[in-house]
């Protein structure tokens, strides 16, 4: 089945700085790349997410990057702010396309 | 009421216990999904309804057994569990197929010790 490896696993920046988050999937038929954002006793929540027919998407300071040929896709925030202090989880639809796999998750602290 | 509610929030039950997780949307989506959150898998996959028909058992144990009357509501019925059961239990739904978006929507979760 899909196997989905995120890296890194703990990620801590000064507010202000940019932070990366990068996932690798293993089924090149995946066509839906999702991130998830997850604070301290809440649901995960949608933030953004890229379909395999784009390369790259912005919202605001949110981007996401897709490199299908390397089967790799990126998280990046910019402008880090505290509040951006949560787990993020990325996720890759499953080879019949029901369902989501999602990877380890990251922990972003920002320090003001 | 509006998104998916789940219920209860927190549930302890004892290993001889049978209990039930609720889970109902209010979006209109055509699938839903249980998962297990725990520190050593987050997000782990367990059961999947599209159009109320289960589509997939992720090899979870059968003192987890699904049911989705509707299309709006699901369960899961729990009996004689261990503790390493004990997890945050999560329910999504998605809109899949044609003019689908397949993002989910979360609910809270039901916090599940076992004891």
């Known amino acids: 089945g899909e196997n989905v490896e995120q890296h890194p696993s703990t990620l801590s920046v000064q507010e202000g700085d940019s932070a990366v988050i990068k996932c690798t999937y293993s089924d090149s038929a995946s066509n839906y790349f999702p991130w998830y954002k997850q604070e301290l006793g809440k649901r995960p929540q949608l933030i953004i997410d890229?379909?395999?027919?784009?390369g790259e998407k912005k919202d605001q300071r949110i981007a996401v990057t897709l490199n299908k040929t390397a089967k790799h896709f990126s998280l990046h925030i910019t402008e880090t702010q505290p509040e951006d202090s949560a787990v993020y989880f990325c996720?890759?639809?499953?080879?019949?396309?029901?369902?989501?796999?999602f990877g380890k998750g990251t922990t972003l602290s920002v320090s003001s | 009421e509006t998104g998916v509610t789940q219920t209860p929030r927190h549930l302890v039950m004892g290993m001889t216990n049978k209990k039930s997780l609720k889970c109902e949307q209010h979006?209109?989506?055509?699938?839903m999904y249980w998962y297990k959150q725990s520190a050593k898998k987050p997000l782990e996959l367990m059961f999947v309804?599209?159009?109320?028909?289960?589509?997939e058992n992720n090899s979870v144990p059968s003192r987890f057994s699904p049911e989705c009357p509707n299309s709006s509501h699901l369960f899961l019925h729990l009996h004689t569990l261990q503790p390493e059961d004990s997890a945050l239990y999560l329910c999504a739904s998605s809109q899949v197929g044609p003019g689908g978006d397949y993002g989910y929507t979360f609910g809270s979760g039901t916090r599940l010790t076992v004891v």
């Open positions: 996720a890759v639809s499953n080879q019949a396309g029901t369902a989501l796999i």
């Open positions: 890229i379909r395999s027919n784009v």
């Open positions: 309804y599209n159009f109320k028909e289960q589509t």
């Open positions: 979006l209109g989506h055509n699938a």
